[in-house]
Nanobody, 123 residues
């Protein structure tokens, strides 16, 4: 059974950085599409980034490309999202998700979700 647990959220000033973690059950990150989504209050959940299983191929939403980066630690079955130059628009609940291939950015293709970790950005 796939389990995902996010951590690393917090409060940061605009321009700062945070690294989110997604601890997954054994084998998950190597055999599933892994993605990050976020949802701000009153808004729909939106896709942030994804990574194809067993590869270093990644894709990013236009709003975060160049600022956010995927990383992973296979020994720890953990996925990371390094977020730099954070902006107020990045404030949201961030979710880690796992799905079967092929990989898409639509949330309906992901059937395993974590509980989320909150990111707050102040000016």
């Amino acid at each position: 059974q796939v389990q995902l647990v996010e951590s690393g959220g917090g409060s940061v000033q605009a321009g700062g950085s945070l690294r989110l973690s997604c601890a997954a059950s054994s084998g998950t990150i190597n055999y599933h599409c892994m993605a990050w989504f976020r949802q701000a209050p009153g808004q729909e959940r939106e896709w942030v980034a994804l990574r194809w299983p067993g590869t270093s191929n990644t894709a990013y939403a236009d709003s975060v490309r160049g600022r956010f980066t995927f990383a992973q630690d296979n020994d720890k079955d953990t996925l990371y999202l390094q977020m730099n130059i954070l902006q107020r628009e990045d404030a949201a609940m961030y979710y880690c998700a796992a799905g079967d291939t092929p990989c898409y950015s639509r949330e309906t293709f992901y059937n395993h979700w974590g509980q989320g970790t909150q990111v707050t950005v102040s000016s």
